[in-house]
């Protein structure tokens, strides 16, 4: 008996057909020839086609790499190897014409020396980005030598089944890993049904940890996105907090306003270079306001930096080589005169500068000192909310907590 697998794109379910006659077995000795494997039936895109030929070249990838071809010929993909292998695969729409999509001869080139990991959600798709980042990470020592290239692309606001089966289709084509953030269980389940069917690596990021919740507080998820409608507002109370604590700290940069130190969640201290500015942003983003006080030698710190509560004040500093690199690289981007630059990117004055800082912060002890060097700025705002909610809250263990 021979049987036939079709996708249904309307419910996403696997139908099985018979045909009227039986072919002979085949002995275990000799294989079975690529036209008698079943047909995947599957709806071409040719927008999707053009995508993927735009990020081949934005890429960099060379020509002379070994690569797949996909050629469509009479309704119908013939994939070659450069081993010479083929093999076809049917493509056709949802009522089981040809599709209209691809006229004439359309060739799509896919790299054998690259992966790509194709990231789906239907909202932002921030939470499949950075999980895949995360992960990507512990790969750094293949990626940075390039022994195993990684691309990956965002699909954010894919909020239909149609548009996700697009996205599918082409992950099938180049022979992509799909991640998925779907908040709809129905649609969590159609990625992972066509994944499972058309043979595409999958992970489902969102689904795992929503139905732990669930469990855990005996409540269902309502499967809606985050922006759908039916949800309460994203412009909400803790949206305009954060609004209004990334303006706060726009105007506390580089120690403007010193007489609105009292306002501020968080105050960082340090010498010029020390990553004070990005570290700010980066956290009145998650809604801290945070003002920074530059350290410089000579010139008289504001009072207000000694006046205010000093478990919110944190200290920054730096190797001195390092600090002398990057500053060295600052003059030269600005077009310092070699008089100005000597007193600012010397080695000497960086060691001064630093030993400066250093004996400010001796005689504030309530003040913890970071040590930057080599940090990202994730990691630095990391150690500061955890030391910030630690006294805030008196914990026995460090914790960044919140309400919800």
């Known amino acids: 008996m021979i049987s036939s697998t079709t996708l249904s794109f309307s ?7 018979t045909a009227s006659s039986v072919s002979e077995p085949k002995s275990k000795s000799e294989p079975a020839s690529p036209s008698d494997q079943p047909s995947r039936k599957i709806r071409s895109s040719p927008q999707l086609n053009r995508w993927s030929r735009a990020r081949a070249v934005r890429s960099g990838r060379k020509l002379d ?17 450069s081993n010479n292998s083929s093999n076809s695969i049917n493509w056709e729409s949802e009522s089981g014409e040809e599709s209209g999509g691809v006229s004439g001869t ?20 921030w939470t499949a980005e950075h999980s895949v980042n995360a992960a990507l990470g512990q790969f750094e020592h293949c990626l940075v030598d390039r022994v195993c290239p990684v691309s990956t692309h965002l699909f954010s606001g894919i909020d239909d089944v149609e548009r996700l089966m697009e996205v599918i289709k082409q992950a099938a ?27 595409i690596p999958s992970a489902d990021i969102l689904g795992p940890i929503t139905e732990s919740i669930a469990s855990h507080l005996g409540v269902s998820p309502s499967g809606l996105p985050r922006w759908a409608r039916g949800r309460s507002s994203s412009l909400s109370e803790d949206y305009f907090r954060r609004i209004e604590a990334i303006e706060f700290t726009i105007k506390q940069d580089d120690g403007a306003l010193p007489e609105n130190l009292h306002k501020a969640d968080i105050v960082l201290a340090g010498v010029s270079r020390t990553g004070k500015t990005p570290l700010s942003i980066y956290l009145s983003q998650k809604g801290y306001k945070v003002a920074n006080v530059p350290i410089v030698m000579n010139v008289k710190l504001p ?6 509560d000093p478990e919110k004040v944190f200290g920054l500093t730096i190797n001195a080589v390092v600090l002398h690199t990057i500053r060295s690289a600052r003059s030269r981007t600005l077009g310092f005169a070699e008089g100005i630059r000597s007193n600012y990117s010397e080695m000497d004055h960086v060691k001064e500068e630093l030993e400066f800082a250093a004996k400010i912060f001796a005689q504030n002890p309530v003040w913890p000192v970071i040590e930057v060097t080599g940090k990202a700025i994730e990691e630095t705002a990391a150690i500061v909310l955890r030391l910030f909610h630690d006294r805030k809250n008196r914990c026995s263990m460090p914790r960044i907590s919140k309400r919800y």
């Open 106 to 125: 359309d060739e799509t080139e896919v790299t054998a020396g690259g992966k790509s990991i194709y990231m789906v959600s239907d909202g932002t798709g």
């Open 303 to 308: 009072s207000a930096l000694f006046e205010i």
């Open 11 to 17: 419910n996403l379910t696997t139908t099985t057909t």
């Open 65 to 81: 790499r070994r690569v797949q071809k996909i050629t469509s010929t009479a309704g119908s993909l013939v994939r070659t190897d």
């Open 173 to 199: 084509k180049e022979g992509a890993m799909l991640v998925y953030t779907l908040a709809d269980p129905s649609m969590a389940e159609s990625a992972k049904q066509a994944c499972q069917l058309w043979g």
